[in-house]
């Protein structure tokens, strides 16, 4: 239920840190050109506020995302505040990632290369990279020997049913990300900065698995 009062969250030093992390992290991910034109969405829990999120609103260009670029909304991904303010139609995404995994942050981007993976391996209905150094990059992974899938789920306009067939589909399992075919990756993690670095990972396997399968990729 939206108002146009701002509720506490809105000025808390908590909410104002969160703008200026996810702020950052917006912003580097798309001068790597990981989120063109007004593509992607972004959010992020708010510590101490466990009832709401932050939340990028639709239809900003990411090139030049700022702190007005965000908006709170509750953990059914209403909108809270500002009055009016639109997020993401993608939103209930967002809501099945933080349900199901207990994750801090949530970032989604539009990469060439995370779509061509999807578009080449969405019959597959995931990826799995194996064996590799980075894969220590993803929080909890201490040595190359071991693997993390990325489910792969097709397209749909419907988002309701999307997020249905997510948590369905990854309920009980333990992961980092998950693509949609010919659209991209939803990348999580405890914190925004951890979030930040699993994307870079999987952004560097996408595009190594480019790489192997004889493709050109953009560097």
Known sequence: MSTAVAPPVATSPEF???CDDLVGAVRLLSARGWTPSTSSNFSSRIPGHDDVLAM??????KAFFNAGDLMIV??????????GARSSAE???HVAVYDLFNAGAVLHTHSVNATAVSLLFGQT????FSGMELLKGFSG???????????????????????????????????????IEGHGLYAWGQSIAEARRHLEVFEFFFELQLRMEGLNVRA
């Not at 990028?56 to 260009?61: A, H, I």
């Not at 509750?74 to 009055?83: A, H, K, L, Q, Y």
Request: glycine content about 10%; proline content about 5%.
């Open 56 to 61: 990028s609103r639709s239809g900003v260009d």
């Open 16 to 18: 104002a840190t969160v």
């Open 125 to 128: 209905g995931s990826l799995t």
């Open 91 to 93: 939103t209930p995404l």
């Open 141 to 179: 992974i201490r040595t190359h020997e071991t693997s993390v899938e990325v489910p792969i789920f097709a397209n749909d306009q419907d988002m309701e049913r999307l997020s249905t067939l997510v948590r369905r589909e990854l309920a009980g399992k333990s992961l980092y990300g998950f693509l």
């Open 74 to 83: 509750d953990r059914e991904g209403v909108g809270v505040w500002p009055e």
